[in-house]
């Protein structure tokens, strides 16, 4: 084994959390198969039927669903790696498993009565909807309007859509001919009496269409992604009682009256909704994959790619300082991200059933702050890729649309994120404002600095918020309150993030067994940790947690780290367990000329003009 090779597995060693092997491998394996291949010419429908096709190759591959719903790193797992290759078959898969399937394993997987549904969904006879979100109430599921009025006569349900801002939206209905079993989210009335929101399970379409009572129409295309969206209404359909899934959240007594458990509606309704945590992981999950898989190849065609420079006819771009203060804050990000989301996982994997407070807003917090990160870093990469970034067979174009999507999965980053900080704020802790951080000569790279000054920043906006929100006169209502501290709030949330972000990278450096892994990951932390400090140096300036001459010196200090990630930086990419095989990215691979060249020979010929040497003319 050579000192590369001792490298790589050290760094995948720390980015899979030591469990690539048992958990990633084989995932990975699968999408070398030829039906990842890249097609071009297809519409975005025959995309949307291809992702389908893809979900049941996977699906044949690996082991059951209701195995990997039990198995949660193998659920991240799965939401990680499709989407590298087709950002749809992600889509699909995590609805499919996490949502549908997954709510019907913590609901209703001890009920013999539901068995014919249960292996359905498991052997993907029929995929799963998820159809709770209503095209009036986006960013409050918990007020949705579908009922489910029980007919105590015949002890069934009757599922109906009372008016058009109850329309599920966004769920998979376009597709009609490909049979669908959904869990939807319903008001359940029984006796006159609305007990709030619950899961039925309800079939929506078989191979000859949709079901009797079941309408649906096709959302506007969207960018990359042609998967079916739909809005669907119900008119009166007819639910047998055993499709309701109440696990431990009510029960029917022996005369039908419907009995809720304990607690209010608000708690029975999370309850029911208990697949949205291990879903933002999910979300999380692939947002960080994309990132790491745009980093590769930006980086890859980079170190490719050359330019001209004074003196000289040919030199890599990645040489220009320009080029790396983008890319390698972007390659900083990444890895940032990727320690804290190992952290998060690790902490919920602890009791997954029974999430903490604490713990709980950690994940909205990495869910918000991963995918926007994420979204920047996508971006950076696309455009240092140049025109070449805009093909969507080199793929970060595509990360782009797959992104833009998950900032409103499972719950939208600024309502979640204002939410948590709100659940933050209501928290009571009678501690004075913090005083800045002692100057005891550390200098600006030092990462326990970074770590001082965020945690200072963090808990001074969370002192000033609660401040704002306290008003003994009663002049202001609750909601004046809320606004006037919400963007206070919402940066001490987004600050406690990059704090323990910090601090899981630290910790994760700290284990790296080879000292030249160890170097490296150390000058990532600062240049993650100085460009966030960079961020709000003004703040910091203000209330002496840095001098003048310190916030002058940020951007000298990120350049000389810069300089020294260089000769680090194809060993920091090897880390991510990616190829030029794998992502089948023309700029990823080693002649990435001749590589563009084949897939543009393998376009249809109606879709391009006459053939033109691709090979750049040499003088």
Known sequence: MTSN?????????????????????????????????????????????????????LHSRLERPVEIVRNPRRLFALAEWPSLLDVSTFSLLMVHYNLCFGTVVDHGADRPDLKDYFDELDNLESFGPYMATELGYGNNVAAMRTEA?????????????????????????????????????????????????????????????????????????????????????????????????????????????????????????????????????????????????SVYIALRYASRRLTNAPGRNDLPVIEYRSHQLALFTALAKVYAMTFLLNHVKRTFLVSP???????????????????WEMTDVIATCRERCGAQGIFSVNRIADYGSLLQGLVTAEGDNQ????????????????????????????????????????????????HTAREAMTDESGERTYLEAWNGSM?????????????????SFRAAAARA???????????????????????????YLARGALTAPQVEAIPAE?????????????????????????????????????????????VPA?????AEPLTPARS
């Open 5 to 57: 090779d001792v490298h790589r597995a050290d760094l995948a060693d720390l980015v899979f959390d030591g469990t690539y092997e048992q958990v990633h491998e084989d995932i990975r394996a699968a999408l070398l198969d030829p039906v990842f291949d890249a097609r071009e010419g297809l519409t975005l429908a025959e995309s949307g039927r291809l992702a389908y096709e893809r979900s049941r190759y």
């Open 149 to 293: 009025v029980y007919d105590r006569a015949s002890e069934t349900f009757v599922l109906n859509t009372p008016d058009p801002l109850a329309q599920k939206f966004m769920s998979y209905s376009g597709f009609q001919d490909i049979p669908k079993i959904a869990v939807v989210m319903a008001r359940l009335k029984a006796d006159g009496k609305d007990h709030g929101v619950f899961p039925f399970i309800v079939r929506i379409s078989d191979r000859d269409g949709l079901c009797a009572g079941v309408h649906a129409a096709a959302c506007p295309e969207k960018p990359v992604q042609g998967l079916d969206n739909g809005v669907t209404w119900f008119d009166h359909v007819r639910v047998p009682r055993r499709n309701l899934l109440l696990g431990d959240m009510g029960a029917f007594a022996e005369d039908g009256t419907f009995r809720p458990s304990g607690g209010n509606q608000r708690k029975r309704f999370l309850r029911a909704m208990s697949r949205i945590q291990p879903g933002r992981l999910c979300v999380s999950s692939s947002a960080v994959g994309a990132g790491r898989a």
């Open 353 to 371: 059933e029974s999430i903490p407070a604490e713990l709980n807003n950690l994940i909205s917090i990495t869910k918000a702050l991963s995918t």
């Open 415 to 462: 309502v979640l994120l204002a939410t948590t900080a709100g659940q933050m704020l209501a928290q009571r802790d009678d501690r004075p404002a913090p005083e800045p951080p002692a100057r005891d000569g550390r200098g600006l790279r030092h990462s326990a600095l970074h770590t001082d000054l965020l945690r200072y920043r963090e808990e001074s906006l969370l």
């Open 487 to 503: 963007n206070s709030a919402l940066a001490m949330a987004r600050t406690r993030g990059v704090r323990v972000a910090v601090e």
């Open 513 to 539: 067994r080879t000292s030249e892994v160890r170097e490296a990951l150390e000058l990532l932390i600062a240049l993650y940790g100085l460009t966030e400090i960079q961020r709000d140096s003004g703040w």
């Open 558 to 602: 990120i350049d000389a780290l810069c300089a020294g990630v260089l000769p680090h930086a194809e060993t920091l990419i090897d880390g991510f367990q990616l190829s030029p095989e794998l992502l089948r990215a023309p700029i990823a691979a080693d002649d990435y000329v001749a590589s563009f060249q084949a897939v543009a020979d393998a």
């Open 606 to 610: 109606g879709r391009r003009g006459p």
